[in-house]
């Protein structure tokens, strides 16, 4: 059965929204965040994600190709494209006009495809045909940047990394969870404040949440599960209105 894990991100989206002040208020207090967290992974233990994958080859690559791209698209892609070719060897033989065929109706294609036939190239060449652990070594590769880094180490490493994509940072920002200017700012606040027992999930929980509950345009606070603790401004009077 194919894996899954969510990533999405659009550079021109990193500017909070109008109404998080972010000189208003500090990050909240630790006992909040813990227990935002425990509600959290008492809603959902085990959070599931959304680019579909079976190798930690085939994460690296939805990952690189969701920038600026929906999950839905990217994994309509890859199902075809994994199943054709699912190894560095299999994609590099394509070529980027081969590879370009299988992911024409993602945005950005054919940087995208250039990017994964030069990945696919490195990957060959330098590490044996496997996906490096090291951020460094995967930072080197066309078209990683460090969110992409941090996807690759938490989902398929396992390890304790948080990568911000617009969904994390407004849900950070919002909330008053780990409130930053940019996206490096806001990861280094969360890997500092998440207790250590749910930071290896945080990642997951924080991005769902953002997509289905604390959306851009209209937060569903009435159905929040953490609204009684989330120090955003104008949720109030919307939380209230929807639970009287």
Known sequence: MPRHASIGALPNQWQPAASIDHAAHSAMNAEKRAEIFRRLHAANPAPTTELEYATTFQLLVAVILSAQATDKSVNLATRTL???????????????????????????????AKNVIATCRQLIEQHGGEVPRERDALEALPGVGRKTANVVLNTAFGEATIAVDTHIFRVANRTRLAPGKTPLAVELKLLKSVPDDYKADAHHWLILHGRYVCKSRKPECWRCAIADLCEYRDKTRLYEDRTQ
């Open 82 to 112: 994994f199943a054709d070719a699912p190894t560095p060897q299999c994609m590099l033989a394509l070529g980027e006009t081969g590879l370009a065929k299988y992911i024409n109706r993602i945005g950005l294609y054919n940087a995208k």
